[in-house]
């Protein structure tokens, strides 16, 4: 392939989520503003169609992922990457609150009587469980997000586009002041936050899937069909 036809394929990966994303943004928000009251709010709320689809998009990127371990030679970056997506899949639907006393990531989880002694025992297990997957797998990986980064690779520049969208969806819970030092009264501007926070959240798991499907085209074209152990 040309440099020319590799720049244009390049872009046109990286066109169609960023088109797929905003048509995303605009139906939701257009959705959400049309909607009022209790409506709105089972819209937006846990349980409801957006919280449901981010959901849904973690756990096909785990499915992916998994599967497409089973073949390629990627596997181990394949694996790793799909339990993190499971992980956030579990977050999505409030796991760390909803078979527990109370939310996990609360000191008072820890420190107080609330919970008894063994579920304190079975949680920290399990969150050192997910520390020593995290720490693992940005010692393996991080490099790889960098070179990607760098070189600008489709699925590199749209998981970076993502977590971004998912890191400013979480960031607008800070933002009342700015909508309202524009004149938007507080309970307006409390609404049209929560609606840019679901959003912005949906938004970043689609591009987060968006970006696992990217990559399994890019490895399927580029590695020979032949899996390596896992230990590779």
């Avoid at 393996?140 to 749209?158: D, K, S």
């Avoid at 524009?182 to 970043?204: A, D, K, P």
Wanted: hydrophobic share 50%; with cysteine; net charge neutral.
């Amino acid at each position: 392939m040309d440099p020319a036809q590799h720049e244009a394929t390049r872009l046109k990966s990286l066109a169609i989520p960023a088109v797929l994303i905003v048509l995303l943004m605009a139906v939701c928000l257009t959705t959400a503003g049309t909607l009022e009251g209790d409506a709105r709010q089972a819209f937006l709320g846990e349980g409801g169609p957006i919280e449901t689809t981010s959901a849904f998009c973690y756990i096909a990127i785990t499915v992916l992922l998994c599967t497409f371990s089973f073949w390629r030679y990627d596997r181990c970056f394949a694996i790793e990457t799909g339990a993190l997506s499971a992980l956030l899949a579990a977050r999505e639907l409030d796991f760390h609150n909803r078979f527990t006393t109370e939310g996990v990531f609360r000191s008072s989880f820890y420190f107080r009587d609330l919970a008894s002694v063994p579920e304190k025992i079975v949680v920290s297990i399990i969150l050192l469980g997910i520390a020593v997957l995290v720490i693992d797998y940005a010692r393996r990986f991080t490099g790889r997000y960098i070179r990607g980064l760098l070189t600008l690779t489709p699925w590199v520049v749209t998981v970076v586009g993502g977590f971004g969208l998912i890191v400013l969806g979480k960031g607008m819970d800070s933002s009342t002041w700015a909508f309202e030092a524009v004149g938007v009264e507080q309970q307006l501007s409390i609404s049209m936050i929560n609606m840019l926070e679901e959003s912005l959240e949906l938004s970043g798991a689609v591009a987060l899937l968006c970006a696992a499907i990217l990559y399994v085209r890019s490895a399927s074209r580029e590695r020979s069909p032949r899996a390596k152990p896992l230990s590779s």
